[in-house]
């Protein structure tokens, strides 16, 4: 119940297409939802966050849409540059938890 | 600037030898915690620290210690118990729930 499942594992998109990452989670206690991104030999550092009583969320290019029947997050990632290449985790926290539980990570690859 | 600072970048470790990594916060966050990054894999926690002179094992506790003797400060020591120890070694912070973490750079540990 403390997992958060992220598929894809990779993901190739063309420059300028609209990479979608996708999270999973089980406990509906969560309610704290990051995405963090992180370029090769650096640490993560935090992309975008969203609450559950909102179903999107955009800062610039990346979007978070949030589905709460489903227990489902994405991140979008608008005309996608090859700057944007790196590996993206997904996390979930409760109120009163110290701790995040993080997804697998997706590696994105944007091609020129 | 407030941020995290690890050191060193770079690390390296006979077999047999304890090695301490340093982590240093100047953001007065009361959270701090360390991660483990094996390559193209995700974050797994090893212990983490709510208050001073207080610290919890993670999922990944074995052949590690810690200390947190100050609210800046959480050094790893990675023990000669510690198998594998060959790794990216990750130290974060946060505010407390809905903050998000704040990573370091990290440190690359490598056994030789």
């Known amino acids: 119940q403390q997992q958060v499942k992220q598929s894809p594992q990779s993901l190739i998109v063309q420059k300028g297409g609209i990479p979608i990452i996708n999270c999973a989670y089980e406990?509906?206690?969560?309610?704290?939802f990051p995405w963090y991104q992180q370029f090769p030999g650096k640490g993560p550092a935090l992309l975008i966050a969203?609450?559950?009583?909102?179903s999107e969320k955009k800062e610039g290019r990346f979007t978070i849409s949030f589905n709460k029947s489903a227990k489902q997050f994405s991140l979008h990632i608008m005309d996608s540059q090859p700057g944007d290449s790196a590996t993206y985790f997904c996390a979930a926290s409760m109120l009163g938890a110290q701790k995040l539980v993080f997804g697998q990570g997706t590696r994105l690859t944007i091609n020129p | 600037d407030g941020g995290i600072t690890q050191s060193p970048k770079y690390l390296f470790r006979k077999e047999g030898q304890n090695v301490t990594l340093s982590c240093e916060q100047n953001l007065n966050h009361d959270a701090m915690y360390w991660y483990r990054q094996d390559p193209g894999q995700g974050l797994r926690l090893i212990y983490y620290?709510?208050?001073?002179?207080?610290?919890q094992k993670g999922d990944i506790a074995e052949g590690y210690s810690v200390s947190r003797e100050k609210k800046e400060s959480f050094p790893l020591t990675v023990t000669s118990a510690q198998k594998n120890p060959t790794a990216f070694y990750l130290c974060?912070?946060?505010?407390?729930f809905g903050y998000g973490y704040t990573f370091g750079s990290g440190t690359r540990l490598t056994v030789v």
């Open positions: 620290s709510q208050i001073v002179n207080d610290f």
């Open positions: 406990n509906t206690a969560f309610d704290y």
């Open positions: 969203i609450r559950p009583d909102v």
């Open positions: 974060a912070s946060s505010m407390g």
